[in-house]
């Protein structure tokens, strides 16, 4: 960034300059996504081995190691109202089921479906932006 001219004559400018912090504001205890690979997830300072289902004060172990496994039933337990739903399904993309799509848009949850990597991008800029989201993540090697 250019530094900002004072003013201090008709003839000569002195630059001062400025700097700014642009670190996003992180409530302690928010979930943020720190590292993910080698089959494991680094999330708000805590390990965790295998896929993980995260909101934004909790993060639990998730048995789902396949896209093809991901249904409505097992993520019910961080469906409890969110807005968004970001599915890290591995490492390569897939299509959403059709029936999970139904089923959540059924109880307004937007769907977001994407390779883990973009997924854990994602959610955490959700979580800054204070957005009402959840994420299901596949670990990946």
């Known amino acids: 960034m250019p530094p900002i001219p004072i003013q201090t004559s008709r003839r000569k400018r002195i630059y001062k300059p400025i700097s700014l912090d642009i670190t996003p504001a992180i409530t302690a205890g928010q979930q943020l996504i720190q590292s993910y690979g080698d089959g494991r997830f680094r999330i708000a300072g805590e390990s965790y081995k295998g896929s993980v289902l995260v909101t934004r004060e909790t993060t639990a172990s ?4 396949r896209a093809v496994d991901i249904t409505f039933e097992n993520l019910e337990p961080i469906l409890r ?61």
């Open 81 to 141: 109202e969110p807005e968004i739903l970001v599915i890290g399904c591995g490492t390569s993309l897939s299509r959403p089921p059709p029936e999970l799509r139904a089923s959540l848009g059924n109880h307004n949850v937007s769907l977001e479906w994407m390779d883990t990597g973009a997924a854990c991008r994602t959610f955490n800029i959700l979580l800054i932006e204070e957005r009402n989201a959840v994420a299901a993540l596949i670990a990946i090697d």
């Open 62 to 65: 998730w048995g789902v190691t």
